[in-house]
């Protein structure tokens, strides 16, 4: 499915635009992942955010990370940019008067955790410090977003995809991240600085797969006429394709068997 999307004759398609890059905190030149599968830094845990815990990179898309925490499960897998300040060498956290401690849901007994950490780290292979990037961008003066400008974004819900957004909504230093093409399942409010949005072009510049917009369109009263206040329009989704029928619309659908092509489609 990757490598079919052009955001070149997409926007021209939808006749929207692209936001600019200066609404994100990003840096211009995405950060070099240098980093490789099996190394141990220390992250925070997304679950317990003033746990510092010790993190395997099972692996690697672009300028991010997999990252599991050592004693965690294989079912809380997450994401981050190689240049973000939630992950640093081993050593940083007790160098800044810190403890490493267990990932929440540590699938031992929590007094056999420095026994673990010992064994954990012995004979790891440690990402070697100069790999770390030394600062995350600044974010922006201000959230500069307007509704209906297009964007990458992180889909929450599957944290490996990167697809094709709009801006549907501002609220404050808040952006609505609408996906094209999902009818609101996967939409998220977040900060104008989140590190999970970025500009129209990122994954090519990182090898990313960016995802393909969805095939579904949002029905409203007016049927999704543009500018009737619906989050998505159907004139934002060229491809006239509504997934299911009526009766089984909400449930899960099953995997794609159909490339998606659309006139965007190189
Ligand atoms: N398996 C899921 C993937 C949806 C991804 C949507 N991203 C905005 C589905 O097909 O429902």
Not at 31 to 53: H, I, W, Y
Not at 167 to 188: C, I, N, S
Not at 222 to 229: F, I, R, V
Request: glycine content about 10%.
């Amino acid at each position: 499915q990757g490598g079919h999307f052009s955001w070149e004759k997409y926007l021209k398609e939808t006749g929207a635009t692209a936001a600019p890059a200066s609404c994100f905190r990003q840096s211009l030149t995405p950060p070099v992942n240098e980093f490789k599968a099996g190394m141990k830094l220390e992250a925070q845990d997304p679950r317990n955010t003033t746990s510092t815990c010790i993190a395997t990179v099972v692996g690697l898309t672009g300028s991010r990370l997999r990252l599991r925490l050592d004693g965690s499960d294989n079912k809380n897998d997450f994401w981050r940019l190689v240049d973000s300040s939630e992950i640093q060498p081993i050593g940083n956290c007790e160098k800044n008067g810190g403890m490493l401690q267990p990932p929440l849901g540590f699938r031992l007994n929590a007094s056999s955790w420095p026994m673990f950490l010992l064994k954990t780290l012995n004979g790891a292979e440690m990402a070697p410090s100069r790999i770390f990037h030394k600062q995350e961008p600044p974010a922006p003066e201000q959230n500069s977003f307007q509704v209906g400008m297009k964007l990458e974004a992180v889909d929450r819900k599957n944290p490996h995809f990167i697809c094709p957004a709009t801006v549907g909504a501002l609220r404050g230093v808040e952006v609505l991240v609408t996906f094209d093409g999902w009818r609101g399942a996967f939409d998220y409010y977040c900060r104008y600085d989140s590190r999970d949005i970025f500009p129209v072009g990122w994954c090519s510049l990182t090898g990313d797969n960016l995802q393909p917009p969805g095939t579904k369109v949002v029905l409203s009263k007016s049927q999704g006429a543009p500018g009737d206040g619906s989050v998505e329009s159907s004139a934002m989704h060229p491809t006239p394709v509504v997934g299911r029928p009526p009766g089984q619309r909400g449930r899960k659908p099953g995997r794609r068997k159909t490339k998606v092509t659309g006139p965007w489609s190189q």
